[in-house]
């Protein structure tokens, strides 16, 4: 469809006969997956109740647009960068195929920083950097957002659920050449430290509180065994990605958008 029929029909899209809105609403839905991406040119001819009458178009088109482009997390090794792609698909599909920003240059741009600020900074430099001088935080008061489980969002609104702040901590870490994986922690995702020196647990949604070997006593409650196991073990990419895909599915349940919560579903079912 070129952009003059396409101009016509946005024109004709809020008709006063409810035929020719139904005819246009058919016509949009078969346009594309880009369908949002060429409306930017547009902008001029929309308003709210156009928005109103799309949106259910470009949802679909979204959850369509994920499906099809998740074969480059699958057919990724099982590495960090998996988990990366993987985040962000995740923050495309949220914010619309329109959304120019890239996680990477966000990522990247925040690892310079550090760098430049903190040359010879660790890990634990690298925690209080994110946590506390940018004051990147746990979503306490939202903590079921479907948002919390994207990476862009995290770092312009600052906060997050435990396994993005932990990702973007490991997502930043790897960019300066550090060891930092994932703790696969009942109920609380953690970051895991691994040096030379020492492995340690970081508590990315409580402001990056460092949890030493003598402290999981504490954490166990009586379980110090099992908990043990689970803090011994390094979770692989599929297992967080996983992890991250059924809390999405959770989240969109919880407002009840069950066509989002089931794209979740089917997607944790490929890894």
């Known amino acids: ?18 035929e020719v809105r139904d ?32 949106s259910p178009i470009l949802e679909e088109n979204r959850r369509s647009w994920l499906e099809q482009n998740w074969v480059n997390v699958l057919e990724t090794s099982d590495t960090i960068d998996k988990i990366e792609i993987a985040m962000d698909l995740i923050s495309k599909f949220q914010y619309g195929l329109d959304d120019t920003r890239e996680l990477a240059d966000k990522l990247d741009g925040i690892a ?12 634990i430099d690298l925690a209080t950097f994110l946590f506390q001088e940018i004051g990147i935080k746990g979503d306490q008061e939202n903590y079921y957002n479907p948002f919390n489980s994207n990476a862009i969002f995290a770092l312009t609104e600052k906060k997050g659920n435990p396994i993005t702040l932990c990702l973007i901590y490991a997502f930043i870490g790897d960019r300066l050449g550090f060891n930092i994986t994932g703790c696969n922690f009942p109920g609380h995702f953690l970051a895991k430290v691994i040096n ?3 492995h340690y647990l970081v508590d990315c949604f409580n402001g ?26 390094i979770p692989t990419a599929a297992i967080i990605i996983k992890r991250i895909l059924s809390n999405l599915s959770n ?20 890894l």
């Open 112 to 123: 310079d920083v550090f760098r430049n600020k903190i040359p010879y900074g660790d890990e």
């Open 251 to 270: 989240s969109y349940s919880k407002i009840n958008h069950l066509e989002n919560k089931e794209l979740f579903v089917r997607l944790g079912k490929t």
């Open 23 to 54: 005819e246009i609403i058919r016509q949009l839905s078969t346009y594309g997956l880009y369908l949002e991406i060429d409306l930017k040119e547009f902008s001029e001819l929309m308003n709210e109740q156009k928005q109103i009458l799309l």
């Open 208 to 233: 990056g509180k460092i949890i030493y070997e003598s402290d999981v006593s504490e954490l166990a409650k009586g379980s110090e065994d099992s908990i043990a196991h689970i803090i011994s073990e």
């Open 196 to 198: 030379e020196d020492e």
């Open 1 to 18: 469809m070129d952009s003059n029929k396409l101009s016509y029909m946005l024109d004709l899209l809020d008709d006063d006969s409810q």
